[in-house]
């Protein structure tokens, strides 16, 4: 699984739950597919989680990347 408070690479926003994403990988039939971060756990609900649906791009600037990486709720369950 992959946190959003250390992941370095882009980060997009799932059309279907309005929730980050990041690419999970490009296969050679279907294109890119993307996958939600694992501080979304089933806190909110995306039908497709954890792959995340149709991607959109969003201009960061450096501050608002920081500011999502560091605040964005951490939903795991714990023990
Ligand atoms: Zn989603």
Same mark, same amino acid.
């Given at each position: 699984?992959?946190?959003?408070? @250390?992941?370095?690479?882009?980060?997009?926003? +799932?059309? !279907?739950?309005?929730?980050?994403?990041?690419?999970?990988? %490009?296969?050679?039939?279907?294109?890119?597919?993307?996958?939600?971060? @694992?501080?979304?756990?089933?806190?909110?609900? +995306?039908? !497709?989680?954890?792959?995340?649906?149709?991607?959109?791009? %969003?201009?960061?600037?450096?501050?608002?990347?920081?500011?999502?990486?560091?605040?964005?709720?951490?939903?795991?369950?714990?023990?």
């Amino acid at each position: 699984m992959t946190s959003i408070r @250390t992941y370095e690479g882009e980060i997009r926003i +799932c059309t !279907r739950c309005g929730q980050p994403a990041f690419l999970g990988g %490009i296969s050679e039939r279907t294109g890119e597919w993307w996958l939600h971060f @694992t501080e979304q756990y089933d806190g909110v609900h +995306c039908n !497709r989680f954890p792959l995340a649906g149709p991607v959109r791009k %969003i201009p960061w600037d450096f501050k608002s990347r920081q500011h999502v990486k560091e605040r964005y709720p951490d939903l795991r369950p714990r023990r």
